[in-house]
């Protein structure tokens, strides 16, 4: 069974910066992707970042790019996503998740969310 775990929410000013992390684990579990959505109370479930597990290439979502980076440590299986410049409007509940396979672009296993607040 494949487990994701987030980490690193919490409550920040505006203007500061937070780092959450995803560890997945489960028997010989390599992904193809690794994504981070967030959902913001009433809102639909948005997407934010994901990177191609092998390559590194990453895709970022309008509203973060430029301020928010994910990455990942290979040999740790986890997945990183460092957030600067934060604004109220990025308050909300993020989710990291994992696709098995490139194509369609699915995503197969979820975290159970880890929340973060900006306050203005």
């Known amino acids: 069974q494949v487990q994701l775990v987030e980490s690193g929410g919490g409550l920040v ?4 910066s937070l780092r959450l992390s995803c560890t997945t684990s489960g028997r010989s579990f390599s992904p193809y992707r690794m994504g981070w959505f967030r959902q913001a109370p009433g809102k639909e479930r948005e997407f934010v970042a994901a990177i191609i597990w092998s390559g590194g290439t990453t895709y970022y979502g309008i509203s973060v790019k430029g301020r928010f980076t994910i990455s990942r440590d290979n040999a740790k299986n986890t997945v990183f996503l460092q957030m600067n410049s934060l604004k109220p409007e990025d308050t ?4 990291c998740a994992a696709s098995k396979i490139g194509v369609p672009v699915t995503y197969d296993y979820w975290g159970q969310g880890t929340q973060v607040t900006v306050s203005s």
């Open 13 to 16: 000013q505006a203007g500061g």
């Open 92 to 95: 909300a509940v993020y989710y």
